[in-house]
């Protein structure tokens, strides 16, 4: 028996969760096909929220409009429900070096909009901090274990825990028809497997490896983040994230010991409380060469759509985006250019 949505979204990662929700709040009729035998990135993602970025500490691209807009979306998403999935987690910037610290205090006087000084001695019986500290506000920290979970329950009338294989898809005068469920239109949401899509593997995608231990710390407060050359983050329970950006060369998609090496080192240089290692987690994102995401329709297959990219800045951007690309398939209303796949149209033609 044939089933008639409007939607079909592939993949249930921030990307997708938050595509179901905003469709779902809308009244629009859709479905969610994911593949729960395949870990997405955003399982092992530290779930941060910053709006400054890089060694110059400058603000992330859109932030004045992408950051409050998800810190709405959050708080929205979360409402009568029993879990908090957003929490505002200033970041203690334990500076690396005088180089950082001078580039900190540049920005003090140029640009400041989220930063400010702080009490370095607060800090000194967790951290050695010989070139002192500052702190970055408007920061928060998204728990994307319960957030992903949560969604999942959210959209559980919608959903399909299964494999989708292109060769079940069939495109249609208006629309598309996978095994018994046909829909207006079909949206990818699924991560590094859009790199082997037909109609979306000629995207620039430049996939990362991102690693992170988990860590139980005596002692460190959990209400905020701390930085220095790698992150420190609240996880679940008395656990807490560390990891560092990324990788662009790498073999496998294996744990590996040499990141576990580097972040021991890292640590045993700044952090004075003791820790244990309770896991070791990977996985792989879905950017590209832009560092700017994927989203809009495909312009020889308009039935066709990608929401995908969002690199490391996923928990900012997925909420935006998703709303934009609705807004822009139900209404005509336009995508940002620069994240606009019509940017490719060449190449996707």
């Known amino acids: 028996m044939q089933e008639k949505v409007k939607y079909l979204i592939i993949g249930q990662g921030i990307v997708g969760t938050w595509l179901s929700y905003f469709l779902q709040e809308k009244g629009i009729s859709y479905k969610v096909v994911n593949d729960e035998k395949i870990s997405s990135a955003s399982s092992v993602a530290s779930g941060v929220m910053n709006p400054v970025t890089g060694r110059r500490i400058v603000q992330t691209w859109m932030i004045e409009s992408v950051l409050p807009f998800a ?85 559980k009338a919608h959903y399909i825990n299964a494999h989708f294989d292109y060769k079940d898809m069939t ?7 996978w095994k018994n469920i046909i829909a207006d239109h079909i949206i990818f949401c699924d991560g590094i497997n859009s790199m082997q899509n037909p109609y979306f593997k000629t995207l620039p995608f430049a996939p990362n490896k991102g690693e992170a231990l988990i860590l139980k710390i005596e002692g ?58 309770v896991d070791h987690l990977v996985g792989i994102r879905p950017a590209n060469t832009e560092r700017r995401p994927f989203v809009g329709l495909h312009p020889k297959y308009p039935q066709v759509g990608i929401c995908n990219g969002m690199g490391t800045k996923g928990c900012s951007l997925a909420p935006y985006f998703t709303d934009q690309l609705i807004a822009h398939i139900e209404q005509g209303t336009p995508i940002e250019k620069e994240a606009d796949i019509n940017r490719f149209a060449a190449l996707l033609s």
Request: glycine residues 2%.
């Open 171 to 177: 495109l249609l005068e208006k629309g598309i028809q």
């Open 220 to 277: 460190l407060p959990a209400k905020n983040i701390y930085k220095n050359n790698v992150a420190i983050v609240p996880w679940e329970k008395d656990l807490f994230w560390v990891g560092s950006t990324f990788e662009w060369s790498y073999s496998d998609s294996l744990p590996s010991i040499a990141f576990k090496e580097k972040m021991i080192s890292s640590l045993e240089q700044f952090l004075k409380l003791p820790y244990t290692i």
């Open 71 to 155: 810190v709405d979306s959050y708080q929205a998403f979360q409402k009568n429900e029993s879990v908090e999935i957003i929490k505002e987690a200033p970041i203690v910037l334990i500076h690396p070096s005088e180089q950082m610290y001078e580039s900190f205090e540049y920005r003090l006087t140029h640009d400041n909009v989220y930063l400010s000084k702080n009490n370095s001695e607060q800090w000194n019986t967790m951290f050695n901090t010989p070139y002192n500290s500052g702190q970055i506000n408007s920061c928060y920290w998204i728990d994307l274990v319960a957030f992903l979970k949560l969604g999942r329950l959210k959209m």
